[in-house]
């Protein structure tokens, strides 16, 4: 292949590519290689990943093992379709079930997160006969038309352009918006499912075919649901026949310190979607792990989900490589360590500066939420304002070589989950430093 220059590179990324939510024709940095917890761009300046790009590369970049697995299955076979069994796919489906809960069944393999939940929805819709998807405000669920209307935030208006039926959104439990101080869990969970189940009944429960929810809200701003929340819902899907969807595509495979976001409550979901850390996005893939029950019916209905790369055998290959990785290396353990280190940081963080609201943590899933009023809880940015207090907050993470991203008014810190706490002490001060001038330019 012709070796460009990093302005090569630029140029015609400018002039010819599209981008994600973004008006076109602005200049995106090139990058050139990526190792470990960095990447590095043309000029060599490196930059320490703190989000894991879009909290998918867990594993961090360029990890051996992954590389090496796709290699060897590349030699051997890069591609069988769906109607065949190959060996990474039955294997990552069986290492898949075996880190799920007793109660499920198969993997239904997808390319990604969206196509992860649209396979969900319709699953639900088929297994129940019923027609309502019911979803939260603060969520995102993928780009794709029933993920998309399922999505909860701004991304899911153009999806809703023309429309897709069925789809019903509810309050999220965001404790700190409304009000709610530490301690009071159970009056706030009580609150949430009271709003639920009555518009529930606004809704009929009889239509409604599953509740899709992120067990722990991830690109809307790390939201930790109130202890006994989860187990409400649950109980609230029972009571009426109802499928719990637990979106797992950001919150999976470690980032929490379990290998499931749900695995922190009391409860059993019937469909799990996920995505990202499958493969750290090495190869793309995506899936549905599904109910035995689930299962069942679909030995006896046509399963009416398809797509060509299916079960994709080099992506599978990657994820057999990052499950045992996760495994093997014990990254649980190590997130739940180091995730204490970036906790601490974090709680000084809002003590230190008048600008963070709150710190939200959980493993090494975090947000800082930034505000113009402390005590009124004011965000530093209204919800569905865009203006340039976020993108300059970015910008100068960014300058100083660390990398993240936020949304609305949350700076998000995900870095790879082989972070070491060496490396988290090297990079933190920098965020701390970008506090200090938010501090001074926005109060
Ligand atoms: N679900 C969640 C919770 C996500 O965070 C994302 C993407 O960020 C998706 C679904 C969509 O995944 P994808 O971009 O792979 O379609």
Not at 91 to 117: C, H, Q, Y
Not at 426 to 442: A, K, M, N, Q, S
Request: with cysteine; proline share 4%; net charge negative.
């Amino acid at each position: 292949m012709k070796k460009l220059t990093g302005k090569e590179v630029q140029d015609l990324d400018q002039q010819y590519v599209m981008h994600s939510w973004s008006k076109q024709g602005a200049t995106h940095i090139p990058v050139e290689k990526a190792e470990g917890i960095y990447f590095w761009d043309y000029d060599g300046k490196r930059y320490a990943d703190m989000s894991s790009l879009l909290v998918c590369t867990n594993l961090g970049h360029n990890n051996r093992a992954i590389v090496e697995a796709i290699k060897e299955q590349a030699d051997k076979m890069c591609f069988m379709a769906p109607a065949y069994a190959s060996e990474p796919k039955s294997l990552l489906a069986k290492k898949i079930l075996d880190i799920s809960e007793d109660n499920m069944g198969r993997v239904f393999f997808t390319n990604g997160g969206a196509e992860s939940n649209e396979n969900a929805i319709k699953m639900a819709r088929m297994f129940t006969g019923r027609n309502k998807i019911f979803s939260r405000y603060r969520s995102y669920h993928g780009a794709t038309l029933g993920a998309g209307n399922a999505s909860g935030d701004w991304r899911r208006f153009a999806a809703e352009i023309g429309g897709a039926n069925g789809f019903v959104k509810f309050i999220d439990p965001y404790t700190y918006k409304d009000g709610f101080e530490d301690g009071e869990d159970e009056k706030a969970s009580a609150y949430y499912l009271k709003l639920l189940e009555d518009q529930l009944h606004y809704e009929g429960p009889y239509n409604v075919a599953a509740i899709i929810l992120e067990s722990i809200t991830g690109a809307n701003g790390v939201l930790i649901p109130p202890k006994g929340y989860m187990e409400g819902v649950r109980e609230l899907c029972d009571k009426y026949g109802i499928m719990l969807i637990c979106d797992e595509v950001m919150a999976g495979f470690g980032r929490t310190g379990k290998m499931f976001g749900f695995q922190h409550f009391n409860i059993k979901p019937d469909l799990v979607t996920f995505a990202k850390g499958v493969t750290c996005g090495y190869v793309q893939l995506g899936g549905v792990v599904v109910s035995k029950e689930i299962a069942k019916f679909f030995e006896n209905e046509p399963l009416l989900c398809g797509l060509t790369y299916s079960g994709h055998t080099l992506a599978c290959a990657a994820g057999v490589a990052s499950v045992d990785y996760y495994l093997e290396n014990k990254i649980c353990e190590h997130v739940e360590k180091v995730g204490k280190v970036l906790a601490d940081f974090l709680d000084e963080m809002v003590e230190k500066h008048p600008c963070v609201g709150q710190a939200r943590h959980i493993g090494l899933f975090s947000a800082l939420e930034i505000v113009k009023n402390k005590e009124t809880r004011e965000p530093m940015v209204p919800y569905g304002v865009a203006n340039t207090i976020m993108p300059s907050i970015m910008a100068e993470l960014k300058k100083r070589g660390f990398s993240t991203f936020g949304r609305e008014n949350n700076i998000n810190i995900c870095p790879p989950l082989t972070i070491t706490e060496e490396e988290l002490k090297e990079h933190l001060p920098i965020l701390d430093e970008v506090l200090t001038w938010v501090d001074e330019t926005y109060l």
